[in-house]
């Protein structure tokens, strides 16, 4: 396989807080690559200079054997970039946005309208095309905000976490979406901090924190750093306290991690079944309802608990 | 250069779907130049504008020139226009304005026409007396601004003809003299003889000013106050809508399409060049909109088209450099509305676009200069007494120095700030 997206020490400082502290990873040709990682990891910093926006404080990438340090231009032309936030002209309808987006990307005349009219039907808004895109649901604004970043058929696509604030549905439809241009042949870069989308999309992961890529590979490989662990999930009530619970449960012998978020407390263990009944019985001393429970098989919010200490929405 | 095309024209797209901005731009100014119309009697009567101004002429100089001007006054073109009156005392006149009896008084000097042609004995002093001329007075009625700025207007005329006679006669002689075409000892001769030519000219001068106010068809131009006002608050809005323009850069900065622009295959230098021609297309849009509902509605001639179109053109381009000076200013799209709805009424103000510059303090009158408003102004209303584009030079090269000027400030101050990150 080639790589087509070639990263090395690439770093990124404001001031003297290093947002990106010197990643070096490939992405091949053909394959989704997803960078996961709790907010402020580093991830929006990074596609920001592998899109050319920010340069690097220092390192360099090639994305289709451009440097982005020498040559941004020809790297724009390459890649296409759906942005966290949407990026669209509200009082423009979905069609001039695609339009106007598409000039910008040297498309007109006959091949324009075409491949405006192939993106409307890809993100399924051609009955919408006309409406203006501040009508729009948040999850259609997504597809259009998608929609911009596919028009010039890009070699790779940089999607920086896509799925953040719309409902199940609309996000259903752009994994699917994720899925559908994996399988014409499209490079992916996608940014998370969902570890169910990068186990469900992902060829490979990179797991980043602090601004520093802590693990790389496939989920088999990252999970095979954990060891065969498993995860217990506790769902607790409101009102207890779920971190004096993790404090006491990492005493039980066998647990190896114990991690508090709103009201579920993760426990990492070789074997959930065998520390099940102390776990029941140490959140029965706290006076602590436990309203159901959950054993998942090793994952990446174990691979991340594991190497932060932290779960990965913290 | 197409992308900045494209650019501009999605600007100007969004321009004019934004209603808030659309009130701004077209239906403020066009209700205000209605308002004002109204309250100046401008729609009361069939009448198309001012008439029967009344102004008082003190001629001290009782010479050709002065005479010249006096006679202008009187004369049949400007009759229903002007109801003038004689004074031989300055001091007199100058009471009656303050009393509020006329609109302005013009004091011709005794001696303003031996200070401009020098008298017969003394005419190898041509250009030396020229030098140093004595000055007509415009003693204005600030109650009535209109009908003073009309005075103030016509003396102009007549004064910029007389000093354009006087530099061509002065230039010839001295191409003559060098070229050794005369001998130096018959360089009175020649004077002496292109005095009398000046003297015809300048004479004449109110058959240039007659052939000004006329239309093609040789009935007299009355002088519309609406020529005055439509101006004025079209003007004065256009400050609105240049600041906006420059607002939707910081804009597109915040709503991150700026970010990506800067990540497509299109320079910087492309994006800022096509915001700045959104910003002018836009201008230059409401301007014409503007013109062409009022010459439809009121029936206002703005004057030679060809002249509005083209100090339409230099007027947006001036001010769109203060929209991108405000812009570059300012932190925040809020910052740069309201710093460009402060500088719309300081500039309208000042400007001249409510109350003529001509009542206005020396200080005001001198800060008018870097606005945008006073040099169009000025434009429009020599085109509304009968100007042609050959006598705006003036205002319009003001105006272009004054856009390029703030251009350059603004690009140097824009590389200073990083627009990229949020």
Known sequence: MNSIVQVQHLAKNYGGFQAVKGVTFNIEEGEIFSLLGPNGAGKTTTISMLSTLYSPTSGDATIGGHSITTDPMAVRAVIGVVPQDLALYEDLTARENLIFWGQMY??????????????????????????????????????????????????????????????????????????????????????????????????????????????????????????????????????????????????????????????????????????????????NERGIKIRSIDIREPNLEAVFLHLTGRALRD | MLKTFLIGIKDLRLAFRDRAALILMLAAPFVLTLGLGLVTGRFSNNSSGLSDIPVIIVNLDNEQLGNALADLFH?????????????????????????????????????????????????????????????????????????????????????????????????????????????????????????????????????????????????????????????????????????????????????????????????????????????????????????????????????????VVVLVLAAVFGATGWGMFITALARTPAQVGSVGSAIMLIFGIMGGSFISLDQMPAAVQAFSKITPNSWALDGFTTLALGGTLADLSTPILALLAMGMILFLVSVFMFGKKNLVQK
């Open chain 2, 75 to 307: 004369s049949a073109e400007l009759a229903d226009l002007m109801e003038p009156t004689a004074s031989s005392d300055p001091e007199a006149a100058r009471q009656l304005i303050d009393q509020d009896k006329a609109a302005a008084v013009v004091i011709i000097p005794e001696g303003f026409t031996r200070s401009i042609i020098p008298a017969a004995g003394d005419r190898a002093n041509l250009t030396t007396a020229a030098a140093d001329p004595v000055k007509i007075e415009v003693y204005a009625n600030p109650s009535r601004p209109t009908g003073a700025g009309i005075v103030k207007a016509i003396v102009d005329e007549f004064l910029s003809r007389v000093e354009e006679n006087l530099i061509s006669g002065s230039v010839s002689i001295t191409q003559l003299l060098m070229s050794g075409r005369i001998p130096p000892d018959q360089v009175p001769t020649v004077i002496a003889h292109m005095s009398e030519n000046l003297q015809t000219h300048t004479t004449d001068n109110a058959l240039a000013i007659q052939m000004n106010s006329s239309t093609a068809d040789g009935e007299a131009v009355k002088f519309d106050i609406l020529a005055y006002l439509a101006p004025g608050m079209a003007l004065m809005f256009l400050i609105y809508t240049v600041s906006y323009g420059g607002r939707s850069i910081l804009a597109e900065k915040t709503q991150g399409t700026l970010p990506r622009l800067l990540i497509s295959p299109t320079s910087p230098s492309q994006i800022l060049g096509g915001k700045v021609f959104g910003i002018f297309l836009t201008g230059a849009a409401q301007m014409l909109i503007l013109i062409g509902a009022s010459s439809l509605f009121f029936q206002l001639k703005w004057g030679d088209l060809f002249g």
């Open chain 1, 106 to 283: 040297n498309l007109n005349g006959k091949s324009l309208t075409m491949r405006v009219d192939e993106v409307l039907e890809q993100i399924g808004l051609t009955d919408k095309a006309r409406d203006r895109v501040k009508t729009y649901s948040g999850g259609m604004k997504r597809r259009v905000n998608i929609g911009v970043g596919l028009l010039h058929k890009p070699r790779v696509l940089f999607m920086d976490e896509p799925t953040v604030g719309i409902d199940p549905q609309s996000r259903r439809a752009i994994l699917d979406t994720v899925k559908d241009l994996n399988q014409q042949g499209m490079t992916l870069l996608y940014t998370t901090h969902y570890m169910e989308e990068a186990e469900e999309l992902s060829n490979r992961v990179g797991i980043i924190d602090h601004g520093e890529l802590i693990a790389i590979g496939t989920q088999k490989e990252l999970t095979q750093q954990v060891g065969q662990a498993e995860t217990l999930i506790l769902h607790v009530g409101e009102n207890d306290d779920s971190e004096a619970l993790a404090k006491a449960l990492k005493g039980i012998q066998g647990v190896q991690q114990a991690e508090a978020v709103d009201h579920e407390v993760s426990i990492v263990c070789a074997e959930a079944e065998d520390i099940l009944a102390a776990v029941v019985t140490k959140a």
